[in-house]
């Protein structure tokens, strides 16, 4: 059990740790992609990743196993399930990458953003430096939070963004 498992977790967690903190964009609306993988995309990923988590141990036991002894169930059930959910976080990180990148290459048109910063909140950590920001927008009568690595404490005042086929504002 434990040689079969190793591959697979280094494997999710390398991935879902790469689609999680990378982005192509300096700022980009990144809970508007989470939404929309959550809203219409997590029946699809689900059922995706149980199937490849049943493939995945089925090849693990078979091929890569050298033992010849019976897993015992507790592996039978532990082994899928693990290999689930790192598959699942993994698909589920990679599709929200992909519908950012696919946001900006399909249609895009230039937007003003012009409004009061109502919150900012500064991470550090492993992801690097970034800073989430609430602004409440007057051209597009809504809050927008951005995810932008560099913040100089300014309002953001007839800032030229883009908006994507996705909805999804970003920029460079």
């Known amino acids: 059990m434990k040689k079969e498992i190793i591959f697979p977790i280094v494997f999710g967690l390398f991935t879902a740790f790469f689609a999680s903190y990378?982005?192509?964009?300096?700022i980009i609306e990144i809970g508007k992609a989470t939404d929309l993988v959550i809203q219409n995309l997590i029946f699809p990923i689900i059922i995706l990743s149980g199937i490849l988590a049943f493939f995945v141990y089925k090849f693990y036991s078979k091929v890569v196993k050298q033992e010849r002894e019976k897993p015992k169930k507790f592996d039978r059930v532990f082994a899928p399930l693990v290999y689930s959910i790192l598959i699942f976080f993994s698909l589920f990180f990679f599709t929200r990458f992909s519908i950012i990148v696919s946001n900006a290459l399909i249609i895009n048109e230039q937007i003003i953003v012009s409004g009061n910063v109502t919150d900012v909140y500064h991470h550090t950590g492993k992801g690097g430096n970034y800073y989430d920001i609430e602004i409440s927008d007057k051209n597009l009568n809504r809050k927008i939070?951005?995810?932008?690595?560099?913040?100089?404490?300014?309002?953001?005042?007839?800032?030229?963004?883009?908006?994507?086929?996705?909805?999804?504002?970003?920029?460079d």
């Open 22 to 26: 990378t982005s192509p964009f300096n």
């Open 145 to 171: 939070k951005l995810r932008t690595e560099k913040y100089d404490g300014q309002e953001f005042v007839n800032y030229t963004l883009k908006i994507g086929f996705w909805g999804i504002i970003y920029g």
